[in-house]
């Protein structure tokens, strides 16, 4: 298996749901990544988990709290959202902190109401 | 700070046309380039780094320090080159920041 896969693809959420992204992988790799994407711009990382532990956390609102609960699964926990925050959801992992390669997953489209 | 420009958001080429996407950066130490591709409805992947010094799909990169450019280059552009262009750079602490983004579209 050599993809990236999230779960779910399209998610709408009110301002007071709490709601989950997941991320798998199963090539081994030992660093995990959340990035948001806004439309028309970039990816804008969020955290980086190296070996399980939390790397970088690049200033994000504590209504967003990542989870990896293994090396092969990633999490992101969402609670009380706004509707800003609405964007499309990326996780990527490589083969450790320092790899050059990225390898993206398809997205989580995430609309918050 | 570290920064990366891309001063085109739209480049539109005909089929056999050279194409040049630029990128710019800003990053005091010695940084790694990389280009990222996102065809229509698919993932971002990797398309080259300036490291590996090779030729993806016909695509080439060369890092120039003096003038700060990651320039991406193809002498002859073809239909399905058509997509979404990043440049990337990575600095101290591993953390990839992203271009804007140029968003390349061959036309036959």
């Known amino acids: 298996d050599t993809e990236v896969t999230q779960t779910p693809k399209h998610l709408v959420m009110g301002m007071t749901n709490k709601k989950s992204l997941k991320c798998e992988q199963h090539m081994g790799h030992r660093a995990m990544y959340w990035y948001k994407q806004k439309a028309k711009k970039p990816p804008e990382l969020m955290f980086v988990?190296?070996?399980?532990?939390?790397?970088i956390n690049e200033s994000v609102p504590s209504r967003f709290s990542p989870e990896c609960p293994n090396s092969s699964l990633l999490n992101l926990h969402l609670h009380a959202l706004q509707p800003e925050d609405s964007a499309l959801y990326l996780c990527?992992?490589?083969?450790?902190?320092?790899?050059?390669?990225?390898?993206f997953g398809p997205g989580t489209r995430l609309t918050v109401t | 700070a570290q920064r990366v420009t891309q001063p085109e958001k739209l480049l539109s080429v005909f089929k056999g046309a050279p194409v040049e996407l630029k990128c710019n950066y800003s990053y005091s130490g010695s940084p790694e380039l990389f280009w990222y591709v996102q065809y229509s409805r698919q993932r971002l992947q990797l398309l080259l780094r300036h490291i590996s010094r090779e030729s993806i799909k016909g695509f080439t990169a060369d890092l120039n320090k003096g003038e700060t450019s990651f320039h991406l280059k193809k002498p002859f552009a073809q239909e399905e080159d058509s997509a979404m262009y990043y440049c990337?750079?990575?600095?101290?602490?591993?953390?990839?920041?992203f271009g804007a983004g140029t968003r390349l579209f061959v036309k036959a």
């Open positions: 990527a992992s490589s083969q450790d902190f320092g790899a050059y390669e990225q390898y």
């Open positions: 988990y190296s070996y399980e532990k939390l790397s």
């Open positions: 990337a750079l990575r600095g101290g602490g591993f953390k990839t920041i």
